[in-house]
């Protein structure tokens, strides 16, 4: 069983900057392909980011690209961060980390396809 948990969610003024942290238990994490998504009162949740198993592949939304960077420590860190920079309104929401088992540099966009997920933490950017 794996368990994930996010932190580092908080309260930021518009072009402000957090780090989302994920901190994975199990040996296997480094195996994982791992993402972060978020989800807005009333939205579906939506894919943010994501980072391969060897940390050589990444991928963005396009309205993150160029403003969060993904990046994953493993061994004995199993953590995974989503820098955010220059932050707006839009981008209040509860974010989530998610793990899907194998090793894969394919990025998988929908959350149907990850096997574990946090518990979430909020992010709300004021204007």
Known sequence: QVQ?????GGLVQAG???RLSCAASGRAFSSYFMSWFRQAPGKEREFVAGI???GLSTSYADPV??????????NAKNTMYLQMNNLNAEDTAVYYCAARRGYSESTYYSSYDYDYWGQG???????
């Open 16 to 18: 402000g900057s957090l």
């Open 121 to 127: 933490t909020q992010v709300t950017v004021s204007s």
């Open 52 to 54: 391969s198993w060897s």
């Open 4 to 8: 994930l948990v996010e932190s580092g």
């Open 65 to 74: 690209k160029g403003r969060f960077t993904i990046s994953r420590r493993d």
